[in-house]
């Protein structure tokens, strides 16, 4: 099982999750909010096997925190990981909107200046605004974009600029979501819960519930759930070997 995008830290014990998931032998993309939350999830994770970090810059922060873009930049060498960073169009957001742009495009390019990473994207309300991003810095690495929410035609869009995906359980929930995972590449797709912010039945989702993304895929690709467990494990491996 995959979880490759989930704030472990921000659950109330993460140190129980990380032990279950690690009984459970769940791959786990860790991604933070904030340098900091990187820094401090650096120990907290420091001896678990399956579980990569990844160093954030959440949009709905950059209000306040822009400013910490610059200990981001600094804490890049030390990490392949970068997430959860991104563009949010919301209108709580939209006052901010032009700086999480400035703050984006200082990590693609800070991404790019390191040789490239695996980036994990944040893109509600913001589609076109993550994918011009992108564009604008074709070294970046891989972009991972996390529970997209865009149109077909953005996905095309996505698609052809080589972008990866995170797909969870909610998001294979609705008629909406499961013609947009229909559309994605299966090689380039990998299951993810955005836990502990997804719920289901008012709890927070677990890293082990990709399980219901891996039968919602079955389903959907019409194979059985060994065999989307096999696919999405030959795509973590492609993704994290280049
Ligand atoms: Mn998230």
């Not at 129980?16 to 999830?41: D, R, S």
């Not at 120990?43 to 910490?68: D, F, K, N, T, Y």
């Not at 032009?98 to 693609?108: A, W």
């Not at 819960?193 to 895929?217: C, E, K």
Request: proline share 6%; net charge neutral; charged share 20%.
């Amino acid at each position: 099982m995959i979880d490759f995008h989930c704030h472990i830290d921000l659950y109330p014990n993460p140190k129980e999750v990380l032990v279950k998931a690690g009984a459970k032998g769940v791959y786990i993309l860790a991604v933070t909010t904030t340098p900091k939350a990187w820094e401090g999830n650096q120990i907290l994770m420091a001896e678990c096997q399956r579980v990569r970090i990844a160093l954030g810059l959440h949009p709905e922060l950059v209000a306040e925190r822009h400013s910490e873009v610059q200990r981001l930049i600094q804490l890049l060498p030390q990490t392949k990981y970068v997430g959860e960073v991104g563009l949010d169009g919301g209108p709580q957001h939209r006052t901010s909107f032009k700086l999480q742009e400035l703050v984006l495009s200082r990590i693609l390019r800070a991404c790019s200046d390191n040789g490239g990473r695996i980036i994990s994207l944040h893109s509600r309300g913001a589609t076109n605004g993550v994918l011009d991003a992108l564009e604008s810095e074709p070294n970046a690495g891989i972009p991972v974009l996390h529970w997209f929410s865009g149109t077909q035609q953005q996905l095309d869009r996505a698609v052809n600029m080589g972008c990866w995906f995170s797909v969870g359980p909610q998001m294979l929930k609705t008629r909406k979501g499961k013609a947009l995972v229909e559309a994605m590449p299966q090689d380039r797709l990998l299951t993810e819960t955005d836990a502990p912010f997804s719920q289901n039945a008012g709890l927070p989702l677990m890293p082990w519930d990709v399980q219901y993304a891996v039968l919602a895929l079955a389903e959907l690709w019409g194979i059985e759930p060994v065999d989307v467990d096999a696919q999405l494990k030959l795509n973590l491996r492609a993704l994290t070997n280049k």
